[in-house]
């Protein structure tokens, strides 16, 4: 009984000193040296894992600030703050944190898009309607009113609004750009915040088309385009907008006959 | 004919999960993903079939002689707690990208049962070395397998229109279950 005791005892124990022992040396022979400014780094980001930066994850941008890959000022969640805080730690001047918001540039709702003959019956998803048959709407191009950007949004700040188009609470969204990569149809766009002039409308459609399948579409007149000198560009029946020759006072809003083409004010009332 | 046996025994008829009910918890929580269930199902092997060899050498050269067999348990367990431990440190060495990619699995693996279920079946059916290996390996395969169909049924079931009161665990559950009525069709194979 006794030997049976102590033998029992000295396996466990033989084991347990083995592997410990073991582990202390695998310890010591295969220790990574880490930055240990990525941990710091690390703690001062928002910890969201949003992927907005455009690495995998926060650790993995804090990786890459730490090795000066990617730029201090590169998570748009943060915002000016942690730039700054990161900025501090790596010692380097911080540049300034441009805003982006996105912007759905579809304003074709309940009451301006036309319905199909037929309803949809199906998940109620824009992935899926996508897929499928394409929604409710005879448009190819506009919103089908799922709802995939609202449930992307982590930090709540995509609503559907009464008119079957989402919208922006701008003060909830961190511009992370989860929206954009939700929408099958790419209507979401990330713009800087203090754009403000939009074309409503992905639509390709030609004129007739557009006109019928919605009356607030983008028809591809082209008088914007005459009328801009330059800002405004048609690609196969859409206007576009060159944001970097953009010059306001040239657009001309008001011959634009279904205002596709507008300041974003206007739309949010 | 007999490993091929033991192989295809663990990785499909005796299916560690879905016949056994082994490993649950990350068959329930990390099947959400294609990608990283697959992440899982291959760290899982790796130390299934590690752990196989190691424990196979602990219970027959250390324990079955000294007449210990009441102690298999808790040394099993230090086994596997510790290889888990070197696994991840060895990991983190050689290879920063996969040891990224598996993340929290790795740690997760410690407490899944797959891994201690497989170290006493082994020492309770008398597997011989290479047989334990290849039991290893066949009940890795089986994990994988499942956490990998279980993934995609998930990743379809996303854009279904679940009633309501099912949605999230009860409907993850309810396919589980059918999940495993399906892999008793293969119950007459061996």
């Given at each position: 009984?006794d ?5 029992a ?7 347990g ?20 400014l990525?941990?710091?780094?690390n ?7 949003c ?16 090795d000066?890959?990617?730029p ?14 990161i ?9 300034e ?8 540039l ?6 301006e ?5 037929s ?13 499928l048959?394409?929604?409710?709407k005879?448009?190819f ?15 709540g700040a995509?609503v ?8 922006v609470i701008?003060s909830l969204c961190?511009?992370?750009g ?6 099958p ?5 990330m ?12 639509s390709h ?19 914007c385009?005459?009328k ?9 029946n859409?206007a ?6 953009l010059?306001i006072?040239?657009?001309?809003f008001?011959?634009c ?8 004010e206007?739309?949010?009332k | ?15 560690f ?5 082994l ?15 697959f ?18 050498m602990i219970?027959?050269l250390?324990?079955l ?13 230090l ?10 440190m060895?990991i ?5 990208p996969?040891?990224?990619a ?19 079946f082994m020492a ?23 956490l ?6 998930r ?5 279904a229109?679940?009633?309501?009161p099912?949605r ?8 589980a279950?059918l999940?495993?009525?399906a892999?008793?069709?293969f119950?007459g194979?061996i």
């Amino acid at each position: 009984m006794d030997t049976q005791f102590l033998i029992a005892l000295a396996t466990m124990g033989g084991l347990g000193f083995i592997f410990a022992g073991a582990l202390a040396i695998a310890d010591k022979k295969l220790r990574v040296e880490e930055n240990p400014l990525i941990g710091d780094i690390n703690d001062v980001l928002p910890g969201a894992n949003c992927g907005g930066c455009g690495y995998a994850g926060c650790y993995d941008f804090a990786c890459h600030a730490a090795d000066k890959t990617a730029p201090s000022n590169g998570c748009p969640v943060g915002g000016t703050e942690t730039a700054l805080s990161i900025a501090r730690l790596l010692g380097e001047e911080a540049g300034e944190v441009v805003r982006f918001l996105p912007r759905v540039l579809c304003r074709g709702g309940n009451v301006e898009a036309v319905k199909k003959y037929s309803t949809y019956h199906g998940p109620l998803t824009c992935s899926a309607m996508d897929l499928l048959s394409g929604g409710d709407k005879l448009c190819f191009y506009g919103c089908l009113s799922g709802g995939d950007c609202v449930t992307s949004c982590p930090f709540g700040a995509m609503v559907m609004g009464e008119n079957g188009l989402p919208e922006v609470i701008e003060s909830l969204c961190t511009g992370c750009g989860k929206c954009v990569k939700a929408c099958p149809r790419y209507i979401i766009e990330m713009h800087p915040a203090n754009r403000k002039v939009f074309v409503f409308c992905k639509s390709h459609d030609d004129p007739k088309t557009s006109k019928s399948v919605c009356s607030v579409s983008c028809m591809g007149c082209s008088i914007c385009a005459r009328k801009s000198d330059g800002s405004v560009v048609m690609d196969n029946n859409l206007a576009i907008i060159d944001y970097d020759t953009l010059d306001i006072e040239k657009i001309p809003f008001e011959k634009c006959t279904t205002k596709a083409i507008r300041m974003i004010e206007l739309v949010e009332k | 004919m007999d490993l091929l046996l033991i192989f295809l025994s663990a990785a499909i008829v005796n299916n560690f999960v879905l016949s056994y009910f082994l490993g649950i918890c990350p068959f329930i929580g990390v099947s959400n993903k294609l990608t990283s269930a697959f992440s899982m199902g291959v760290a899982t092997t790796f130390v299934l079939v590690l752990t196989a060899v190691v424990t196979w050498m602990i219970n027959n050269l250390i324990l079955l002689p000294a007449g210990l067999d009441y102690l298999q348990y808790v040394s099993f367990i230090l086994v596997i707690a510790s290889l888990v431990q070197f696994v991840e440190m060895f990991i983190k060495k050689t290879s920063q990208p996969l040891y990224r990619a598996l993340g929290i699995y790795l740690p997760l693996i410690t407490t899944n049962c797959a891994i201690l279920g497989l170290a006493l079946f082994m020492a309770l059916r008398d597997y011989s070395m290479m047989e334990s290996i290849f039991f290893g390996l066949g009940a890795g395969t089986g994990f994988t397998l499942a956490l990998v169909i279980m993934a995609g049924i998930r990743e379809e079931l996303e854009l279904a229109d679940i009633p309501k009161p099912f949605r999230g665990v009860p409907i993850t559950l309810i396919t589980a279950g059918l999940l495993a009525m399906a892999f008793m069709g293969f119950s007459g194979l061996i």
